[in-house]
């Protein structure tokens, strides 16, 4: 080996070394903690399709006739969803309200939820409601669960209309 390509190789494992001390030290340090010692996070994750805005309706045939033969189905359903209106209160106090429309161009695609509450341990009254109906007024979900949070602990509530509602996991 020549002198010059020994230099180098010194001088690339030099900055090499370089390279991973900058990435020790910032792996440790600065401590960063996202909770403090009396905290705990709830977190609210769902993903859910609303009810349709309006009932699917079934076209006599006369209607059907005045179709192009293309578009003849039998039953006309409108693709768009209602909004979704959502709240979680803890201790009565409310932690997140939202409203969401339906995505997508005919407004026709479900929403997606995730939402972290940060919250102090101990017991606690959870209350969670949600509307997916825009001909029905008021909750069409509703779950209330008295919660008891330990330090650091993450609770996940989540939906699913399938098993009828909310449910933590």
Known sequence: MKVP??????LQGFNYALFMAV????????????????EA?????FGHTSQRVEECRTLSQEQLNEL??????????P?????????????DE?????DLVAPGL???QGVDVYRDITAAVGEHRLSVWLNDDVNV????????????????QRLVVTFDATRGGFYLK
Not at 5 to 10: I, K, Q, S
């Open 5 to 10: 390509e020994v230099r180098r190789l010194l």
């Open 23 to 38: 990435v020790w030290y910032f792996s440790l340090y600065p401590a960063h903690r996202r909770l403090a010692d009396d």
């Open 41 to 45: 996070v709830i977190t609210l994750a």
């Open 68 to 77: 192009a033969p293309n578009m003849r189905t039998a039953v006309d359903c």
């Open 79 to 91: 693709r768009e969803r209602s909004p979704v209106r959502l709240e979680l209160t803890l201790d």
């Open 94 to 98: 409310v932690a997140t309200r939202m």
């Open 106 to 108: 005919y407004k026709d």
């Open 137 to 152: 007024d008021g909750p069409t979900y509703r779950f209330e669960r008295a919660i008891e949070l330990q330090p650091a």
